[in-house]
């Protein structure tokens, strides 16, 4: 089934329906881009949806909390932009650059309130950047395949030195299984590629296996590579320091950055009718007034 977090009232009855013992919280807006134009919406839906979550479990199970466990999804972008150098740690500050961020940061907080309040059994995890097939072509890379398939610019924000670190998202699925169902409560854990990318790079690397899998003369994606006016606040560098879930719960990523890009590539040019159909409609009014 399927509903909007916002709506309290639904969450209440489906709670009170199908009693959850655990809920695993991932519903979220995520496009930092969009949370700039409105900053709002992502008040409502990451903070007040996550609020309307956590109330509807706490009347369900409070005074009963054995075997019940609330785990919420998050972004390493709560901890804000690094230098050259530096991880992100679990004990990072927060500092939050981007509306989205401080709407992630805001839920993440709540959820924690909940566990010293409450007594609601929590766990939290922070990853990094994710890809993988059905993404939504307003990321940066399922951006540039489908811009790529149709012959137009891919725009790079700034100087294209921005670093990401970038992880498959079976490896998160395989993450989020293992933090669920074996994380300590009330910890946190942060969760990355052990993979940092540049985004110029990045991109170059995806024009090159894109011309390879097409057969087509080396270089011609990249000629549609364009820089463009930077995203405002733009953080320079995010990078996972992901040992914390590898020392205690044994979690590594297992798809190589070559190789999850190809298997993505594979996938979206293999689903040029998904692609279609999530870019008509209001897609094309989302990119006109990004891009424009
Ligand atoms: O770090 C985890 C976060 O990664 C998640 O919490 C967010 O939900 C997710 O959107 C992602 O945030 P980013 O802002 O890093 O992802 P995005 O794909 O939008 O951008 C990746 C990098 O590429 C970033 O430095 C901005 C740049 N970029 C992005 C777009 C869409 C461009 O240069 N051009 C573009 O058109």
Same mark, same amino acid.
């Given at each position: 089934?399927?509903?909007?977090?916002?709506?309290?009232?639904?969450?209440?009855?489906?709670?009170?329906?199908? &009693?959850?013992?655990?809920?695993?919280?991932?519903?979220?807006? !995520?496009?930092?881009? =969009?949370?700039?134009?409105?900053?709002? %919406?992502?008040?409502?839906?990451?903070?007040?949806?996550?609020?309307?979550?956590?109330?509807?479990?706490?009347?369900?199970?409070?005074?009963?909390?054995?075997?019940?466990?609330?785990?919420?999804?998050?972004?390493?972008?709560?901890?804000?932009?690094?230098?050259?150098?530096?991880?992100?740690?679990?004990?990072? %500050?927060?500092?939050?650059?981007?509306?989205?961020?401080?709407?992630?940061? @805001?839920?993440?907080?709540?959820?924690?309130?909940?566990?010293?309040?409450?007594? %609601?059994?929590?766990?939290?995890?922070?990853?990094?950047?994710?890809? @993988?097939?059905?993404?939504?072509?307003? &990321? $940066?890379?399922? $951006?540039?395949?489908?811009?790529?398939?149709?012959?137009?610019? $891919?725009?790079?924000? @700034?100087?294209?030195?921005?670093?990401?670190?970038?992880?498959?998202?079976?490896?998160?699925?395989?993450?989020?299984?293992?933090?669920?169902?074996?994380?300590?409560?009330?910890?946190?854990?942060?969760?990355?590629?052990?993979?940092?990318?540049?985004?110029?790079?990045?991109?170059?690397? $995806?024009?090159?296996?894109?011309?390879?899998?097409?057969?087509? &003369?080396?270089?011609?994606?990249?000629?549609?590579?364009?820089?463009?006016?930077?995203?405002?606040?733009?953080?320079? =560098?995010?990078?996972?320091?992901?040992?914390?879930?590898? =020392?205690?719960?044994?979690?590594?990523?297992?798809?190589?950055?070559?190789?999850?890009? !190809?298997?993505?590539?594979?996938?979206?040019?293999?689903?040029?009718?998904?692609?279609?159909?999530?870019?008509?409609?209001?897609?094309?009014?989302?990119? &006109? !007034?990004?891009?424009?």
């Amino acid at each position: 089934m399927h509903g909007d977090i916002t709506d309290e009232k639904y969450i209440n009855s489906i709670f009170n329906t199908y &009693k959850f013992d655990a809920v695993i919280h991932l519903a979220a807006e !995520s496009h930092v881009d =969009r949370s700039i134009a409105d900053p709002l %919406m992502f008040a409502k839906t990451n903070i007040i949806g996550t609020i309307n979550l956590l109330n509807a479990f706490n009347s369900l199970w409070k005074n009963n909390w054995e075997g019940k466990r609330f785990y919420h999804i998050s972004t390493d972008e709560v901890y804000g932009s690094l230098g050259e150098s530096g991880l992100f740690e679990e004990t990072s %500050m927060y500092r939050p650059n981007s509306p989205y961020a401080a709407s992630k940061a @805001g839920s993440d907080h709540f959820v924690r309130a909940y566990g010293e309040t409450y007594d %609601m059994p929590y766990v939290i995890s922070n990853c990094s950047n994710n890809y @993988g097939p059905y993404q939504f072509p307003e &990321k $940066l890379i399922p $951006l540039c395949i489908n811009n790529i398939l149709n012959n137009k610019s $891919l725009p790079i924000y @700034g100087d294209g030195k921005n670093t990401r670190d970038w992880l498959y998202v079976i490896d998160h699925a395989s993450a989020i299984d293992l933090i669920f169902h074996k994380g300590k409560a009330s910890e946190t854990y942060n969760v990355g590629g052990f993979n940092e990318c540049k985004n110029i790079d990045l991109v170059k690397l $995806l024009c090159q296996q894109v011309d390879k899998k097409l057969k087509r &003369k080396l270089g011609t994606s990249e000629k549609l590579i364009t820089f463009v006016k930077d995203r405002p606040g733009h953080d320079l =560098r995010y990078a996972i320091d992901a040992s914390k879930l590898n =020392r205690a719960l044994g979690w590594l990523p297992s798809v190589t950055f070559e190789e999850g890009l !190809s298997k993505t590539i594979d996938w979206y040019l293999n689903s040029k009718d998904w692609l279609e159909n999530v870019t008509s409609g209001s897609y094309q009014n989302y990119y &006109k !007034s990004q891009y424009k």
